[in-house]
């Protein structure tokens, strides 16, 4: 099945600095990529998803990056703010398979 | 913003009592999931549904049961309690397998 690996699992930054998060997938047959944002005491929130087709997408300060050829793609937050320290969960599907398969998590912390 | 809903949200409750998590979505979504999650931790699927009178376990094994009676309500239930058993607990929904909306989830503690 798919195993997903998610780095760093802690992450600190000084307010108005880029965060990049990056994740790897093993099973090349995997074409749906999103990532979730999880704020204390909630559930998880899709913050911008991938597909397999697609290169690079973006989102305001978020951009997602994929690599299907050496099976990683990252998650980009420029211009840090408090209120984007949360957990972030990046997920892969693959074709035909009935589940996601989610990363450990990154703890981003974001300092003012 | 999806519209889906966890009852209750904080459950404190002793050993060997029966419990159920309500979950319920009002977007017409035929699939849906529960997950348990340690704070912070990676989610593990615990159960999910393609639709009415349809219900798998996940990979991870639970000794919850579900049901899927109506299309908007997946209610999980916990026959005896234990310690073990505390966690968060989370449910989605969506229309394929791919984009999953979350519930804000229930912590439970067992005592």
């Known amino acids: 099945g798919e195993n997903v690996e998610q780095h760093p699992s802690t992450l600190s930054v000084q307010e108005g600095d880029s965060a990049v998060i990056k994740c790897t997938y093993s099973d090349s047959a995997s074409n749906y990529f999103p990532w979730y944002k999880q704020e204390l005491g909630k559930g998880p929130q899709l913050i911008i998803d991938?597909?397999?087709?697609?290169g690079e997408k973006k989102d305001q300060r978020i951009a997602v990056t994929l690599n299907k050829t050496a099976k990683h793609f990252s998650l980009h937050i420029t211009e840090t703010q408090p209120e984007d320290s949360a957990v972030y969960f990046c997920?892969?599907?693959?074709?035909?398979?009935?589940?996601?398969?989610f990363g450990k998590g990154t703890k981003l912390s974001v300092i003012p | 913003e999806a519209d889906i809903y966890q009852t209750p949200r904080y459950l404190v409750i002793g050993t060997g009592k029966k419990i159920t998590l309500e979950c319920s979505q009002t977007m017409g979504h035929d699939k849906m999931y529960w997950y348990q999650q340690d704070p912070g931790m990676e989610l593990h699927l615990i159960h999910y549904s393609y639709g009415v009178n349809s219900t798998e376990k996940g990979d991870l094994s639970s000794e919850s049961t579900v049901s899927r009676i109506r299309t908007e309500h997946f209610p999980l239930t916990l026959e005896s309690a234990r310690p073990s058993h505390t966690s968060q607990y989370l449910c989605a929904s969506s229309v394929t397998e791919e984009t999953q909306y979350f519930g804000p989830g229930t912590r439970l503690l067992v005592l």
């Open positions: 997920a892969a599907h693959g074709a035909g398979s009935y589940q996601l398969t």
């Open positions: 991938i597909r397999s087709n697609v």
